[in-house]
């Protein structure tokens, strides 16, 4: 699993089509704004390049989701703070501890994740990303808590990609471009330009 996978949102994803004919909906596509899509609580803290904390989340993924033969979780949300609009995915991939072979979602818990954070710009009619983007650093991984029945979602992260990695329930992002797959090993970013962020979101 990669995170290009994340950066290729809408242009990976072949839609099925449906018994009369018609194209099955892209789950991957975005809204032509972030105000069409359901409003849910949220209990998240922002500190870094964009400090805030949020209450209040537009929620555009929290459900399991079969690529081939893997299912991973996809959890992805828009917010507006200071003016200004994000875009927050975590893709749960294998329950913690890792046990060799990747097995997948499997139901609530504790997921490996990947993780994408970027700033966006809402035009008329369309979404576009802006020139701010963050992700996990080399050699650790971001980790994602699914509660019962999904019906919220904890971010946090993990010191490696070890089958037992020590957990936290933070989550350090480093800056990239926008269209990276990730962060630059080197160099290492200064503390102001690390992005932190607890908390969870509710999905229903």
Known sequence: MSIDRILTIGVITVSLASCRGTAAPDPNARP??????????????????VTAHVDEVRLSQCASRKDGDYTSFYASIYFSTNGRWYYLQLIGLDPLPLKGAPSGYAGPGLYAAEADFREMIVNPGAMTSGTRAWGVRPGQMATLRVSSGAATVTVGSGDSWSPRPITSGELSLWPKSPDQSGPKPDPTPSADQIEHISGSWSCR
């Open 32 to 49: 032509a704004s972030p105000n069409a899509l359901p409003v849910r609580s949220a209990n998240l803290q922002l500190t870094g390049p």
